[in-house]
């Protein structure tokens, strides 16, 4: 009966789709190098710019063509999904850990918390997010880890002002006020009869930030701030299809192509996801 | 006579601007006793209800007066000794199930949590006591009650529960705060058939807080009308409807609908009533604001 009920609501074809592309890259990004045909860094000169199979001039093994360097770019692809999805999960969930709790203290407790922590968020959310990642890099130099720290100090603010509102309209329904009559302290009340209310919405804003992440990602590695340049990211891979675009379009196409799939299907997935696990909606 | 379970000597309660939101309220309820506070909306009944739970909103506050809950001044109390008292000796039937109960907890550790944790029972002594509350509130099919979620449950059954988790660790005094406006007309009289039904068995005190005369002839002892956040009148509740001596409680009457003639009987309360009432409400606040500055 439940399924039948989802899938009525379209949610049922969104959550698998969504999922299955995502299940799809993460497995061929973990498995990279069982699965990639080619060494994403090997170059051959022989081989620049392929075109993609269905076209002139190819050569068997190199499904999607290859760069001006003549390097394979569906491997490249594949190996570029391991840096946006450590980056997506590590980042997402540090933002998610830090705006999430900031944001059930200041909608649950209200007052001097509230305040506090609501102007912090709006002095944070006055910088310009891309610069300020940029700025953040370049400080902490590149690397993965200071990718992951940016993306986290930028965007823990997207998860504090969405869950400070849930949770302050949680804090004036009438079971809170129930268990203060009841007797429950203050942290008990917010662990135990705001937080779970909150839950689909944490997962619905770490799934979407997720797919927000692999978008900074690229920017930086389009910039070039992001991972050592040898290893493939989608961002950087971008980046170089751009300067050949006339002579080899699938090279910024393909790249972009994944970025877009991979960022829909995690905000998708979240909504799905929510939708499913809501008791409410539900 | 012994202590009155709940004994509230002249609260007044202010907004922060200054404006009494409840204006020198006294009113005891007995041990075991039905006492209704009646009045229109925005009269401060529940104020009042909620004063006494210790939950007002943070704007509102207590500028004086005393309540004493079975003999303890709750305002002489530390906050965590307060909270404990209150927790141990109180419940709230609350307005409206629908948001009474938390969406995404099954109803059984919802009733249970309190009695385990708060009170120390035992989880099995807090599940017996749980069923054998929801056979008191006529529910056929405790296993699936238990197992729900609140959406999964009609409004009536929802403030079943209410009912049970309200009476379960058995409370000295109950604030039911309008148990039976959100619900269909049908379901408020079998609904208000059994918060009396458990009220006689456990002798437990209840403020009754409506808006409903009807109601408040069925099942209160006492009433206090209020307006304004005043206490207008106080009576035995059959002395009451026999003879009303205030103008606001014989206007109050003469507003209930009869089914006779719906539309004649709905009228508003009369304007000189009115008039007499804001000359009422104004001089105790002049005689309030004196010694208050």
Same mark, same amino acid.
């Given at each position: 009966m439940d399924d039948a009920r989802i899938a009525r609501r379209g949610v049922g074809p969104r959550l698998w789709l969504a999922g299955g592309w995502l299940l799809l890259a993460l497995l061929a990004a973990i498995l990279a190098p069982l699965v990639a045909p080619q060494d994403p860094l090997a170059q051959d000169l022989m081989l620049e710019r392929l075109p993609p199979f269905w076209l002139d001039g190819t050569e068997p093994g190199y499904w999607l063509g290859t760069d001006s360097l003549g390097r394979d770019l569906l491997s490249r692809l594949i190996f570029g999904g391991r840096i946006a999805f450590i980056v997506a999960f590590a980042a997402a969930i540090a933002a998610c850990l830090v705006g999430s709790v900031l944001g059930l203290i200041a909608g649950y407790f209200g007052g001097w918390a509230d305040r506090i922590i609501s102007r912090i968020v709006d002095i944070w959310m006055a910088f310009p997010p891309v610069l300020f990642a940029i700025l953040l890099v370049a400080v902490l130099g590149t690397g993965l880890s200071s990718v992951i720290i940016a993306i986290a100090v930028i965007d823990w603010t997207r998860f504090c002002r969405v869950i400070r509102a849930e949770a302050m309209g949680q804090s004036r329904m009438d079971y809170v006020e129930n268990a203060r009559i009841a007797g429950y302290g203050r942290i008990g009340i917010m662990l135990r009869e705001v937080l779970p209310n909150v839950v689909p919405s944490i997962v619905a804003l770490l799934s979407l930030e997720m797919g927000i992440a692999v978008i900074v990602e690229a920017i930086l590695s389009f910039v070039n701030l992001s991972i050592s340049t040898d290893d493939p990211t989608w961002g950087g891979i971008i980046a170089e299809g751009r300067l050949s675009i006339h002579q080899a379009w699938w090279v910024l196409v393909f790249p972009l192509i994944t970025l877009i799939l991979t960022v829909l299907s995690f905000s998708q997935f979240g909504e799905a996801l929510k939708a499913r696990f809501d008791p409410v909606l539900r | 006579m012994s202590a009155a379970c709940l004994d509230i000597r002249s609260l007044?309660?202010?907004?922060?601007?200054?404006?009494?939101?409840?204006?020198?309220?006294?009113?005891?309820?007995? $041990?075991? #006793?039905?006492?209704?506070?009646?009045?229109?909306?925005?009269?401060?009944?529940? &104020?009042?209800?909620?004063?006494?739970? !210790?939950?007002? $909103? $943070?704007?509102?506050?207590?500028?004086?007066?005393? &309540?004493?809950?079975?003999? #303890?001044?709750?305002?002489?109390? +530390?906050?965590?000794?307060?909270?404990?008292? %209150? !927790?141990?000796?109180?419940?709230?039937? $609350?307005?409206?199930?629908?948001?009474?109960?938390? @969406?995404?907890?099954?109803?059984?550790?919802? &009733?249970?949590?309190?009695?385990?944790?708060?009170? !120390?029972?035992?989880? #099995?002594?807090?599940?017996n006591r749980i069923r054998q509350l929801l056979d008191e509130v006529q529910i056929r099919d405790p296993e699936r009650v238990l197992k729900s979620y609140p959406h999964e449950l009609s409004g009536g059954m929802r403030q079943r529960v209410l009912i049970a988790a309200a009476f379960a660790a058995e409370p000295r005094l109950i604030v039911a705060d309008e148990p039976t406006t959100a619900l269909d007309v049908t379901v408020q009289k079998q609904i208000l058939r059994l918060i009396a039904q458990l009220q006689r068995d456990h002798g437990t005190a209840i403020l009754f807080v409506t808006h409903d005369l009807g109601v408040v002839a069925k099942i209160s002892q006492r009433v206090s009308v209020l307006y304004a956040g005043k206490v207008v009148e106080e009576?035995?509740?059959?002395?009451?409807?026999?003879?009303? +001596?205030? @103008?606001?409680?014989?206007?109050? &009457?003469?507003?209930?609908?009869?089914?006779?003639?719906?539309?004649?009987?709905?009228?508003?309360?009369?304007?000189?009533?009115?008039?007499?009432?804001?000359? #009422? %409400?104004?001089?105790?606040?002049?005689?309030?604001?004196?010694?208050?500055?």
């Open positions: - | 007044s309660a202010v907004l922060p601007n200054g404006q009494r939101v409840l204006r020198s309220v006294s009113l005891s309820v007995q $041990p075991g #006793e039905v006492r209704a506070l009646v009045g229109e909306s925005g009269a401060g009944k529940t &104020m009042i209800g909620k004063a006494v739970l !210790g939950v007002l $909103p $943070p704007s509102v506050r207590i500028a004086e007066g005393d &309540m004493l809950l079975e003999g #303890e001044d709750l305002g002489q109390l +530390q906050p965590k000794a307060r909270r404990t008292l %209150i !927790g141990a000796r109180t419940a709230l039937i $609350p307005q409206d199930p629908l948001t009474a109960l938390n @969406p995404s907890r099954r109803i059984g550790p919802q &009733m249970t949590d309190r009695l385990v944790r708060i009170l !120390g029972w035992s989880d #099995e002594r807090a599940d009576a035995e509740t059959a002395a009451l409807f026999a003879a009303p +001596q205030h @103008p606001y409680t014989r206007a109050l &009457m003469a507003a209930t609908p009869r089914y006779t003639d719906p539309l004649a009987s709905l009228r508003p309360v009369d304007d000189a009533v009115l008039a007499g009432l804001a000359a #009422e %409400i104004a001089a105790a606040d002049q005689a309030w604001r004196r010694p208050h500055g």
